[in-house]
């Protein structure tokens, strides 16, 4: 069965610089890629950042310049770096997992920021 276990949100202040991190486990599929997503009350949810198993990396365009993804492909788990958060970054996140199987995703961890 394929579980995510997303950890390091919290309630963090303006200008704060906490890291969340995902791990995926072990699977007899191959981790295509895994990125974090984000949803914040009464919106969609949206890409935060995406990283493949080639390196390859997108950010949606509120967190460019501020929040930096990496991967430990030998572990399986991903990691974004958040730097200079703001209030409008308050949101449940989302780590997903790409397979050739399918989607599947995290049951989120919420960081709000607020003073």
């Known amino acids: 069965q394929e579980q995510r276990v997303e950890s390091g949100g919290d309630l963090v202040q303006p200008g704060g610089s906490p890291r969340l991190s995902c791990a995926a486990s072990?699977?007899?599929?191959?981790?295509?890629?895994m990125g974090w997503y984000r949803q914040a009350p009464g919106k969609q949810r949206e890409l935060v950042a995406h990283?493949?198993?080639?390196?390859?990396?997108e950010y949606g365009d509120s967190v460019k310049g501020r929040f930096t993804i990496s991967r430990d492909n030998a572990k399986n788990t991903v990691y974004l770096q958040m730097s200079s958060l703001k209030p409008e970054d308050t949101a449940v996140y989302y780590c997903?997992?790409?397979?050739?199987?399918?989607?599947?995703w995290g049951q989120g961890t919420q960081v709000t920021v607020c003073s």
């Open positions: 072990a699977s007899m599929f191959s981790v295509i890629a």
């Open positions: 990283i493949t198993s080639g390196g390859i990396i």
């Open positions: 997903k997992v790409d397979r050739v199987t399918g989607g599947y």
